[in-house]
DNA sequence: CCTTTATATTACTATTTGGTTAAATAACTG
DNA sequence: CAGTTATTTAACCAAATAGTAATATAAAGG
């Protein structure tokens, strides 16, 4: 999965992956508070990978501060995943009302073509 | 992977299917025609799996006409998938400003607590 | 019916993913 | 330096993913 934005929704198909997003977005962390919601159900080796599926992704940056990693947001990939939705989800409206329309026309054009039925 | 969102977002998260929904912007298709494009590259079957990921992901819908299946758009979990991602774009713009304040914040502090040098 | 066209399913791969435990590394602290 | 805290790496595993070729099914049309 070579390209950037596989690798963006890739990143985001993953619950623990968008909390730990989340808590990122209440500010800058280091690994050990943000593991802390997530040790009940995961160990933290599991929260090291997850924060490096997201950190590959572009989607967080690690900065060294003693022993600890501080983690924060990088917006930027982000900005393109929701682009590239919202461009589509633009074009897939209007495909709806075209897809009315459509079927509109169709039900006219195959009664006037083949004399059907108006079911 | 359970829950709604991951699977919009793993459906994102490959171009193929990407550039399936691209076509699907486009308005409806049947699956010989939008399978054209990607038959230089994928087997047919590879294709049918691709949509019935969209399918399951609840992104696109097939309708049936004779031996043709009609795929066609729906919209409502990409909005999904696109409020998530700009409800938390909106935060994290706010933390990188903050982020940006504690950092200067933290030098000043730390030149007054420790005495450290500033390099 | 037989053939063709369109699509799906099966059976089988290789690779990736998401998790584990245990051990290793890194850096502070007394 | 010895111990403690924070994080990573290694080795392993099960399940999911993405692909294949070959076969099956469905419907139309002569």
Not at 54 to 66: M, S
Not at 96 to 108: A, E, N, S, V
């Amino acid at each position: 999965m070579r390209d950037h934005l596989s690798q963006t929704f890739q990143a985001l198909a993953d619950p623990t992956r968008r909390a730990l997003l989340a808590e990122l977005a209440q500010g800058e962390a280091n690994i050990s508070d943000l593991s802390k919601p997530f040790l009940k159900k995961l160990s933290q080796p599991a929260i090291t990978k997850h924060l490096k599926v997201l950190e590959q992704a572009g989607l967080i940056r690690k900065t060294k501060d003693a022993q600890w990693r501080n983690c924060s947001i990088k917006v930027e990939p982000l900005q393109v995943a929701s682009s590239w939705i919202d461009q589509y989800r633009e074009l897939w409206e209007q495909s709806l009302d075209r897809l009315g329309d459509y079927l509109d026309d169709m039900q006219t054009v195959e009664r006037k073509a083949k004399g059907k039925k108006d079911e």
